[in-house]
């Protein structure tokens, strides 16, 4: 079994539409929880960043940790098509140097958003 | 902002041949990171280092090497290089105070 597990889609919605996004994990050592957003032929860049259980809202985004059930999620309301892209999540254990700075990624949900 | 480079956006190569592939980052990060991206199977790790000369292995470093001489630059060598390894490689760094990881646009080789 993957230590993260995301479903990888393609998912498509049209424009407007709220988009929900999730991930499960089997390592409850996790304590960083992270949303890439990577567009086609380009590398990862960070999206939202949240740590511990909790929710985090940034604009149009907002990221949810559930820890007691190993569930992240993120949400885009009002999505565009510019959102089209492939969303990664991803997390580390707690602590600081070394090999507590390694992500385990999930393996990226492809969204589609239709104009 | 972080800034991450890779030495070549798109490569080619053939089998045999010993490929390198280089990262700078302009942040003073201590972490530097090789990931390959495959379709299917997301994001897998194949060496990191947290200072200079000093390397770990990832996931998956069957086939590659690292070397890390300056803070800044961290390269990956395919000492011979095999269709297996097409790919897209991507290149990250952090801090060790930061808790995520910048990214470099990928370096997107084929091997024939």
């Known amino acids: 079994q993957k230590e993260v597990e995301q479903d990888p889609g393609p998912l498509s919605v049209p424009e407007g539409a709220i988009v929900s996004l999730n991930c499960t994990y089997s390592?409850?050592?996790?304590?960083?929880f992270m949303w890439y957003r990577q567009y086609s032929r380009k590398g990862p860049e960070l999206l939202m960043y949240?740590?511990?259980?909790g929710n985090k809202e940034d604009g149009r985004f907002t990221a949810q940790v559930d820890k007691s059930s190993k569930y992240i999620s993120l949400f885009i309301r009002d999505s565009q098509p510019s959102d089209s892209a492939t969303y990664l999540c991803?997390?580390?254990?707690?602590?600081?140097?070394?090999?507590?700075?390694?992500?385990?990624f999930g393996t990226g949900t492809l969204l589609a958003v239709q104009p | 902002d972080v800034k991450v480079t890779q030495s070549s956006r798109y490569l080619v190569k053939r089998t045999g041949e010993k490929v390198f592939l280089e990262c700078v980052q302009d942040?003073?990060?201590?972490?530097m990171f090789w990931y390959r991206q495959d379709p299917g199977l997301g994001l897998r790790l194949i060496y990191f280092?947290?200072?200079?000369?000093?390397?770990e292995k990832g996931d998956i470093p069957e086939g590659y090497s690292v070397s890390r001489e300056k803070k800044e630059r961290f390269s990956l060598i395919l000492e011979s290089a095999s269709t297996n390894q097409t790919s897209m490689y991507l290149c990250?760094?952090?801090?060790?105070?930061?808790?995520?990881?910048?990214f470099g646009p990928g370096t997107r080789l084929t091997v024939l």
């Open positions: 990250a760094s952090t801090s060790v105070q930061v808790d995520t990881q910048y």
């Open positions: 390592n409850s050592a996790f304590q960083y």
């Open positions: 949240t740590y511990s259980s």
């Open positions: 991803a997390m580390r254990r707690g602590g600081y140097g070394g090999a507590t700075n390694k992500l385990i």
């Open positions: 942040m003073d990060h201590e972490n």
């Open positions: 280092s947290y200072d200079v000369k000093m390397k």
